[in-house]
């Protein structure tokens, strides 16, 4: 039997304009924006639709991501689209969450904000840094940073694509190793930080107070945990998961094996850019990798599934 799967995209997709013909179009993703405005005190028309500086400051742009994808959700299920799991890179799983019903919308917004805060704060921006390393499988990669101290693996997206994070020297050590090893292509990435490294750790744990206020509830569906890529259906272990995620690798590749071994044969990634849809397809080719970022694009998804 197949299975539909909804996947939201993390940072680095965002871009001014982001939903806004959503916003026009649909009074429900109107809404989502504009109780995130009310949630947050922050406008996020402005936020999301115009061109500004905060938006690619990592306190701001995990707000923004996670309203603009939820909106979009929100049109798209109410056109009778609905997904049998979930999953999210990084910020994105607090989307997934949100789908399943495990954790209300306004939480998901709020402990976003707090989350890029908290990350921004952990290690002073300019001290360290993250790195995609393409044309190297995952397991090589493992063998030359594994033994380094201050960097280490933050993400395994798809094969032939990892991203490595760490203390800027460091960082800088093991993308020369790399590319003295065969790596095809090592290139450091625009980001303010070290995320998902040891280094976030203490941000973790001030998320975790942050999440200690916050009430789980059962999945109404599954979603599945960029941190052990196993499908989560019950309440209990979320807000840890949670924690941990912020300083634990992504494991998207295994993620994504995971839903299309429970039966997924179509994914639909829901907000900014395609860069799921693009991982998707490199992982596996025989599953269909959908994509909405604009009203135009949920028209031409609707008339396939």
Request: charged share 25%; net charge negative.
């Amino acid at each position: 039997m197949s299975k539909l799967a909804f996947v939201y995209p993390g940072q680095g997709a965002q871009k001014p304009g982001m939903g806004r013909d959503f916003y026009e179009q649909f009074a429900a993703a109107r809404e989502i924006y504009e109780k995130a405005t009310a949630w947050l005190g922050m406008n996020m028309k402005e936020l999301c639709f115009e061109e500004n500086d905060r938006l690619n400051l990592t306190q701001y742009t995990q707000a923004a991501m996670v309203t603009t994808s939820m909106a979009m959700e929100r049109v798209l299920e109410k056109q009778g689209i609905h997904p049998d799991i979930t999953a999210g890179l990084s910020l994105g799983e607090y989307c997934a969450i949100a789908t399943t019903g495990a954790m209300s919308l306004q939480d998901a917004i709020v402990t976003v904000r707090k989350r890029g805060i908290l990350m921004e704060e952990a290690v002073p921006a300019g001290q360290g840094g993250m790195a995609a390393v393409l044309g190297m499988e995952a397991e090589a990669v493992e063998r030359i940073v594994g033994p380094m101290e201050q960097v280490s693996i933050a993400n395994y997206n798809c094969p032939g694509q990892i991203v490595i994070t760490g203390l800027k020297e460091a960082l800088n050590d093991a993308m020369d190793a790399l590319r003295k090893a065969g790596a095809r292509r090592v290139t450091e990435l625009t980001v303010s930080g070290p995320f998902h490294s040891e280094l976030l750790r203490e941000a973790g744990e001030k998320l975790a107070a942050e999440l200690a206020g916050i009430s789980f509830n059962k999945p109404h569906i599954p979603y599945v945990t960029n941190v052990t890529a196993a499908a989560v259906t019950e309440a209990d272990g979320i807000r840890e998961l949670l924690a941990e995620q912020i300083s634990s690798p992504v494991r998207w590749q295994q993620s994504v094996e995971r839903m299309i071994a429970e039966g997924v044969d179509t994914f639909i990634e829901i907000g900014p850019g395609r860069t799921l849809t693009g991982f998707i397809k490199r992982i596996n080719r025989e599953v269909t990798a959908l994509n909405i970022e604009t009203v135009e694009d949920m028209k031409e998804v609707l008339a396939k599934v």
